[in-house]
């Protein structure tokens, strides 16, 4: 690969998927020169909140793990020098690294400029230029091609044939459908309601909407009780008047 420019690949790991609340809880990044050169920085950072336990369990890092480590405040100005004028790179970097590395170095007084910067997202191009449907699907397992394609029956029946494959290919040794269970895992869902009125994060709940929003139950509770009495006479669901009258009543 030729770079005419200085090129970063960075990842951040974080206490959740909330751009605009969850915490770096690692900074990772590969610098390559135009002459070949490669540099990195690793750093583990204290979010100043409890790491949940999904994210420990997905990303390897602890509470214990952070303890001894700086805040983001405190390596905020060496991420920036680092980068430097640099272009950058990751996958999901768009969607995600940017904003939330944006969004803690402006809590800090420090900005990130992205003008005069190429921003290559491998997330984007890799879906872009590989297909992730059922054709491929059936050529992969069936190696086979998939005639017929958005016929209802010639889906259903490839599906069917996909499926199999992957009982043969995950499965257990008994062939069972059972065995691809352990894939077919059920995501916690970050909202309350259906219409995410409320957002669960950190051990409360969040509203996203109206004057206090992205503001926890219990801090409006403190400001402003009367705005959340007249919240549980509107026409919000069953399910989130309830979660704030429990509120209300503690």
């Known amino acids: 690969m030729k770079l005419k420019r200085t090129l970063v690949v960075f990842d951040l790991e974080t206490t959740g998927t909330w751009i605009e609340n969850d915490k770096v809880i690692e900074v990772g990044m590969v610098k390559v020169s135009p002459s070949g050169a490669k540099e990195t920085f690793v750093q583990r950072v204290n979010p100043g909140m409890p790491i949940p336990k999904e994210v420990s369990e997905l990303t390897g890092i602890s509470d214990d793990d952070v303890k001894g480590s700086p805040y983001f405040r405190e390596i905020a100005g060496r991420v920036l020098e680092f980068i430097g004028n640099a272009d950058l790179g990751g996958f999901n970097?768009?969607?995600?690294?940017i904003p939330i590395l944006k969004r803690e170095l402006h809590e800090v007084g420090l900005e990130l400029d992205l003008a005069g910067r190429n921003v290559i997202d491998s997330k984007i191009i890799y879906h872009v230029n590989e297909k992730r449907n059922l054709t491929a699907a059936y050529e992969f397992y069936c190696e086979k091609e998939l005639r017929d394609a958005h016929s209802a029956l010639a889906d259903a029946s490839a599906?069917?044939?996909?499926?199999?494959?992957?009982?043969?290919?995950y499965g257990n040794e008994a062939g069972e459908l059972e065995s691809l269970n352990?894939?077919?895992?059920?995501?916690?869902?970050?909202?309350?309601?259906e219409e995410r009125k409320l957002r669960i994060w950190n051990g409360d709940y969040y509203l996203t909407f109206g004057k206090y929003r992205n503001r926890g139950l219990k801090e409006v509770l403190k400001m402003d009780s009367g705005y959340l009495t007249w919240l549980v006479s509107t026409d919000l669901s069953e399910k989130v008047r309830s979660v704030i009258n429990q509120a209300l009543n503690k």
């Open 93 to 97: 970097l768009i969607g995600f690294d």
């Open 159 to 169: 599906t069917l044939d996909v499926i199999v494959g992957q009982v043969k290919m």
């Open 182 to 193: 352990k894939f077919t895992y059920q995501q916690k869902s970050e909202f309350l309601d």
